[in-house]
């Protein structure tokens, strides 16, 4: 099983003539997802790659059935890209883009909600359910399938924990990165969740990093929430006060957010937690 995303998902991808799009829609229909076609504005009635090109998504829904939209377009443009999937009710959305003021993105989240779209991202690598689905820029190769379900703020740290996961025989059943921006479109509590109540979802690595207080807050809800056993890894131990490490809502600031208070709230919640990505693998094997 999986969460939000299965082998049946019918996917297209906003800003498809984009050098960015382009190229992962080319890897993402490697990588076994049905893609079913693209929206830029302007380029309907083209294509990339035999997939069919549309000026807008309400085009390209007369004619398709969509279930999922990623889109590849400049910070300039995003809010407006996701504000049209969201206006055609796509039931997630996931947004790449890095970047995108956060003002706008404050909007795009509560409107989002308010129309009960699932928003991933944005400043994120996307998710994957290994052998089955993956919209992202996420490697495929390092996923196998399996029972851990992986939420992360870092793109590069999971794909590290993934491979690490793998390589000790421990597959996943969907794989998330939730976006490093301060403002993101669904947070680690909604995300666990999900999982909750996944039957083949038998465990969670939960990857945090400096800034906001989104794990203290995923800790709190596990501890009374979450049944399963769940690990975790908190990234920038070593990060100075007011200095931006990697992603935009990754700072430390006014003495709030720090490495030190996020490994103290895991652990308060019992939840244990990995001095390296390394341990994640041997952490959650003793657990499964």
Same mark, same amino acid.
């Given at each position: 099983?999986?969460?939000?995303?299965?082998?049946?998902?019918?996917?297209?991808?906003?800003?498809?003539?984009?050098?960015?799009?382009?190229?992962?829609?080319?890897?993402?229909?490697?990588?076994?997802?049905?893609?079913?076609?693209?929206?830029?504005?302007?380029?309907?009635?083209?294509?990339?790659?035999?997939?069919?090109?549309?000026?807008?998504?309400?085009?390209?829904?007369?004619?398709?059935?969509?279930?999922?939209?990623?889109?590849?377009?400049?910070?300039?443009?995003?809010?407006?890209?996701?504000?049209?999937?969201?206006?055609?009710?796509?039931?997630?959305?996931?947004?790449?883009?890095?970047?995108?003021?956060?003002?706008?993105?404050?909007?795009?989240?509560?409107?989002?909600?308010?129309?009960?779209?699932?928003?991933?991202?944005?400043?994120?690598?996307?998710?994957?359910?290994?052998?089955?689905?993956?919209?992202?820029?996420?490697?495929?190769?390092?996923?196998?399938?399996?029972?851990?379900?992986?939420?992360?703020?870092?793109?590069?740290?999971?794909?590290?924990?993934?491979?690490?996961?793998?390589?000790?025989?421990?597959?996943?059943?969907?794989?998330?990165?939730?976006?490093?921006?301060?403002?993101?479109?669904?947070?680690?509590?909604?995300?666990?969740?999900?999982?909750? *109540?996944? &039957? !083949?979802? %038998?465990?969670?690595?939960?990857? #945090?990093? +400096?800034?906001?207080?989104?794990?203290?807050? =995923?800790?709190?809800?596990?501890?009374?929430?979450?049944?399963?056993?769940?690990?975790?890894?908190?990234?920038?131990? *070593?990060? &100075? !006060?007011? %200095?931006?490490?990697?992603?935009? #809502?990754? +700072?430390?600031?006014?003495?709030?957010?720090? =490495?030190?208070?996020?490994?103290?709230?895991?652990?308060?919640?019992?939840?244990?937690?990995?001095?390296?990505?390394?341990?994640?693998?041997?952490?959650?094997?003793?657990?499964?």
């Amino acid at each position: 099983m999986s969460i939000l995303i299965n082998d049946s998902s019918q996917v297209i991808v906003q800003g498809i003539t984009g050098r960015d799009g382009a190229f992962h829609a080319r890897a993402m229909l490697k990588d076994g997802t049905k893609i079913i076609g693209g929206v830029t504005p302007g380029k309907g009635g083209t294509s990339v790659d035999q997939l069919p090109v549309f000026n807008t998504v309400a085009d390209l829904q007369r004619e398709h059935r969509v279930d999922a939209s990623i889109i590849f377009v400049p910070a300039p443009f995003a809010a407006g890209a996701m504000r049209e999937a969201i206006d055609s009710n796509i039931p997630l959305i996931v947004c790449i883009t890095e970047g995108i003021p956060t003002l706008e993105m404050a909007e795009i989240y509560h409107y989002a909600r308010r129309q009960g779209v699932r928003l991933i991202g944005p400043n994120c690598p996307g998710l994957i359910t290994p052998g089955q689905c993956k919209i992202g820029i996420m490697p495929a190769r390092i996923h196998t399938p399996g029972p851990v379900g992986v939420l992360s703020r870092s793109g590069t740290l999971t794909y590290e924990v993934v491979y690490s996961l793998t390589r000790a025989g421990i597959g996943q059943s969907t794989c998330i990165g939730i976006g490093g921006d301060p403002i993101v479109g669904s947070n680690f509590i909604d995300l666990l969740e999900l999982f909750e *109540t996944d &039957p !083949e979802t %038998k465990a969670v690595v939960l990857i #945090g990093e +400096i800034g906001g207080d989104d794990e203290e807050r =995923a800790a709190e809800y596990i501890s009374r929430s979450i049944s399963m056993p769940v690990v975790s890894f908190i990234s920038g131990r *070593t990060a &100075p !006060e007011g %200095k931006r490490m990697g992603h935009a #809502g990754a +700072i430390i600031s006014g003495g709030q957010g720090t =490495a030190q208070a996020k490994v103290e709230a895991m652990s308060a919640a019992s939840i244990p937690v990995a001095d390296t990505p390394e341990e994640i693998a041997g952490l959650i094997a003793n657990r499964l």
